[in-house]
């Protein structure tokens, strides 16, 4: 990772989905290689609306990623690790309660039990340390139904209604209610969005941090790391473009 003349107080902070990988799939050679070019200049990190098994899995599948990047933040910085060391763990459950949760977790199911789409497969609900992911199509689709469901949500709004819904019956219990994927919507505390991992690159005194994000729009999980006047904000629109901008910010 290190090199000589790395740049220590600057870090390149990635989103993963659309940013570095094709949405839930694995990185692509050419963007991993490029990866360890840049972490010879920079510190290199992750920040995911996944958790860790999801992101570990996207981004190479047999080697510790914690080996391989500086930090690495699943679940938007609520399960943050520098290098091999875990830094931080939140705690959805008893952060918002059983009785919230409940009442959380039996709307969305009502709310999809009268949904009629393409496709339905199973695990609605993902319930993980810091976050409910809920999927309409459920996360155990193959990639075809999640390719069918993308366009039909395009489409229909599927999510857009739902996050609408969900924000009319939940306006005051302090819960954000994001598009961060393709096919799901992720439910966390007001708060713990991506800007969560910033507090750790600050006690660590990193002084730049350019962050590189897809879903930078309102509603979109990367808007508020994007916005915040402690990052440089890049927005990308794929893979390659996040190579593109970043060949032009440091290797030209
Ligand atoms: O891009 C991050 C998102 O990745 C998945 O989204 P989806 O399966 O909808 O494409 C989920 O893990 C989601 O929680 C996460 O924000």
């Known amino acids: 990772m290190a090199g000589p003349g790395r740049d220590t107080s600057t870090i390149c902070l ?10 839930r799939q694995s990185i692509k050679p050419h963007v991993d290689d490029f990866l360890h070019k840049l972490a010879e200049k920079v510190l290199v990190g992750l920040v995911g609306g996944s958790d860790f098994v999801k992101i570990a899995e996207q981004m190479d599948g047999h080697e510790d990623i914690r080996k391989r990047f500086d930090y690495v933040f699943a679940e938007n910085g609520l399960v943050a690790f520098r290098g091999t060391t875990q830094i931080g763990q939140q705690n959805l459950k008893k952060f918002v309660g059983e009785e919230i949760l409940q009442k959380l977790i039996n709307f969305a199911l009502r709310y999809m039990s009268k949904l009629v789409l393409p496709c339905k497969r199973g695990t609605f609900i993902e319930f993980r340390s810091s976050m409910i992911n809920i999927c309409p199509v459920g996360r155990s689709c ?3 139904e999640r390719d069918e469901f993308v366009k039909f949500d395009e489409e229909h709004r599927v999510r857009d209604k739902f996050v609408e819904a969900l924000r009319a019956a939940f306006p005051d219990a302090g819960l954000t209610f994001s598009i961060g994927g393709q096919i799901s919507i992720d439910v966390f505390p007001e708060g713990w969005d991506k800007r969560y991992c910033l507090q750790y690159l600050e006690q660590d005194g990193v002084k730049t941090i350019h962050f590189f994000g897809d879903k930078v729009e309102k509603g979109g999980n990367d808007h508020e790391i994007f916005e915040d006047p402690r990052t440089v904000g890049h927005k990308v629109s794929n893979p390659d473009d996040t190579v593109q901008q970043l060949k032009e910010l440091f290797f030209s």
């Open 14 to 23: 990635f989103d993963v989905d659309g940013t570095l990988t094709p949405s």
């Open 142 to 144: 193959t990639q075809e």
